[in-house]
């Protein structure tokens, strides 16, 4: 043995395989738990998820508009949504919140009747949700 290797293994320079092992365990744990709650955070979103798609909307008269959508929530969820009129400058003229029951049905359509308070060119589906 070297006085290199001498004074190395002496005060503690030299590699030890057992704590460089140790550090690649707790790395690799470290990183196996992290990608795990990011996949456990973005399946726990979509639990809850409502998809919706619109189906077409009319220009009832200068004060009403209906809007046509198919909302997809969880089986037997509750749920809500927001559904509005908007103006050619995209204005919001009207504006409505509505609820629904639950049901085991995957997929249901919907006809909603909005009401505003200036002429309209569109009716949309602003967003749905899980009350």
Do not use: H
Not at 35 to 47: E, I, P, Q
Not at 51 to 76: C, K, N, Y
Not at 100 to 118: D, K, L, M, N
């Amino acid at each position: 043995m070297t006085t290199k290797e001498e004074l190395a293994e002496r005060y503690g320079r030299a590699p030890r395989p057992r704590r460089r092992r140790l550090y690649w365990i707790a790395v690799t744990g470290v990183a196996a738990l992290s990608v795990a709650a990011l996949a456990w955070l973005t399946v726990s979103n979509s639990f809850d998820d409502v998809g919706f798609d619109e189906t077409g909307f009319e220009l009832v008269d200068a004060r009403t508009v209906t809007v046509s959508f198919q909302a997809t929530p969880p089986a037997g969820a509750a749920f809500a949504c927001a559904v509005q009129a908007l103006d050619e400058d995209f204005g919001i003229v009207g504006w409505r919140v509505v609820e629904y029951p639950g049901s085991e049905e995957t997929t249901r359509a919907f006809v909603e009747t909005i009401p505003t308070v200036a002429q309209a060119t569109t009716g949309t589906v602003k967003a749905c949700w899980v009350t």
